[in-house]
C-alpha cells in the first residue's frame, strides 16, 4: 500500500446512472478498510471548486446502494474548463489535504480527470457511469443494464396496446452516439425492426421491411429506434414518413427520455459498481493514476484514461446478425 495517500475524493459528474450510489458506497467502503479517510464532493467539478466536500464514514453510505441517481449530486461547470477553476480546484484539494481522486462519470469527467492530473500530477482514476455503454475500456458502464430492463419492461407494455389496437409504434431509446441499448433491447423485446447510428438502413429497406411484416399476418408492430439514428431527421419525421407511404398502419411514436436513466439499479449493476469501487481505491494505493477501471471477460481491467476517452466502442456484429435473424 501507498504511504503518500490517506484520504481520497469521491465524486460524480456528469449524466446520472444507476449504480453511481452503489459505486460512491464501495469506494467508501474500500477506504474504511484501508484505514484511510473519504471525503465526498458534491455536485462534480463546480463542488470542488467550491469546496462543497463532506468526510464520508462506512455508516454514511447505509442503504444507498438500492438508489438510483447520485447522493454527491451532478453539475456542470464552464469554470473547470479555465486554469483559473483548475487551480482553484487544486488548492481547494490541497487544503483538505485529499490525495487522490475517484472520478465516476463518463467521457467529459474523464477528459476533465486527465487535464487535472497532467497539470497538477494528481492522482486519478475513473469509473464508467453512463447508461450508453459507450465508453471505450469496459464492456459494461454503470447504469446500462439496469436502463436495458427499464426499456424492455416498457417496450412490454407498449406492445400490449399496439396489439390490442393494430398500431405500429416508433419507441425511441437514449443512445445519440451508440445504439447498445437500442440493439440489445430490441432483440431482448422482440422489435420488428431496431434502427442505430452506426447501422444505417435506410428509408426504403425500412419500408420494405415492414410490408413484410404486415403480410405475413402482423397486425401490429414495434420499431425501436436510437436517438441518434439518422434513418429519419427524427423519430416523428420517420413516423410521418411511414403513415404517409403505408396508410395501413396506424403509427404512434413513444419517446422513453429520462426514465430510462432512473430507478433502483439492477443486481448486476450494483455488484458491477461495487467491484469498480474497490479496484478503483485499491489502484491508487498502489501507486496507479490516470487510469479508467472497467470489465472485460468478466474481469475486472485498467485502461490508460486517453484511451478510454479517444477510443471508439464497436457494436455487437454478433448481435447484429441475431436481431436480423430474429426480425425475419
Known amino acids: 500500500m501507498s504511504k503518500s495517500i490517506k484520504k481520497i475524493g469521491v465524486m460524480t459528474s456528469g449524466g446520472d446512472a444507476p449504480g453511481m450510489n452503489a459505486a460512491i458506497r464501495a469506494v467508501v467502503r474500500t477506504c474504511a478498510y484501508h484505514g484511510i479517510d473519504c471525503i465526498g464532493i458534491y455536485r462534480g467539478y463546480q463542488g470542488m471548486i467550491e469546496a462543497d466536500f463532506k468526510p464520508m464514514s462506512a455508516r454514511s453510505v447505509n442503504n444507498i446502494i438500492n438508489k438510483g441517481g447520485t447522493i454527491l449530486k451532478s453539475a456542470r461547470s464552464d469554470e473547470f474548463r479555465t486554469k483559473e477553476g483548475r487551480r482553484k480546484a487544486y488548492d481547494n484539494l490541497l487544503d ?75 419507441v425511441e431509446v437514449m443512445g445519440r452516439d451508440a445504439g447498445d441499448i437500442a440493439l440489445n433491447a430490441g432483440v431482448g423485446a422482440g422489435a420488428e425492426e431496431i434502427l442505430i447510428p452506426e447501422e444505417d438502413m435506410g428509408l426504403d429497406r425500412l419500408l420494405e421491411s ?102 471508439h466502442s464497436e457494436i455487437d456484429a454478433e448481435l447484429l446478425r441475431v436481431s436480423d435473424i430474429m426480425t425475419t
Not at 251 to 260: A, D, E, I
Not at 270 to 289: F, I, P
Open 210 to 311: 415492414l410490408q413484410r411484416s404486415r403480410k405475413s399476418g402482423k397486425s401490429s408492430s414495434i420499431v425501436v429506434v436510437a436517438e441518434g439514428d439518422r434513418t429519419g431527421e427524427n423519430v416523428f419525421e420517420l413516423a410521418n414518413y411511414v403513415e404517409e407511404n403505408l396508410p395501413k398502419y396506424e403509427v404512434r411514436v413513444s419517446v422513453l427520455g429520462h426514465m430510462q436513466r432512473g430507478g433502483a439499479p439492477s443486481c448486476y449493476d450494483r455488484v458491477l459498481a461495487s467491484r469498480m469501487g474497490v479496484k478503483s481505491v485499491e489502484s491508487l494505493l498502489e501507486g496507479k493514476s490516470n487510469y479508467m477501471v472497467g470489465v472485460a471477460d468478466d474481469q475486472m481491467i485498467l485502461t490508460p484514461l486517453d484511451q478510454a476517452v479517444k477510443g
Open 96 to 170: 483538505y489535504d485529499i490525495d487522490a481522486l475517484v472520478l465516476i462519470g463518463g467521457d467529459g469527467t474523464f477528459t476533465g480527470g486527465m487535464i487535472f492530473n497532467q497539470e497538477y500530477k494528481f492522482p486519478v482514476i475513473g469509473i464508467p457511469g453512463t447508461i450508453d455503454n459507450d465508453i471505450y475500456g469496459t464492456r459494461f458502464t454503470l447504469g446500462y443494464d439496469t436502463a436495458l430492463n427499464t426499456v424492455v419492461e416498457a417496450i412490454d407494455k407498449i406492445r400490449d396496446t399496439a396489439s390490442s389496437h393494430s398500431r405500429l409504434f416508433f
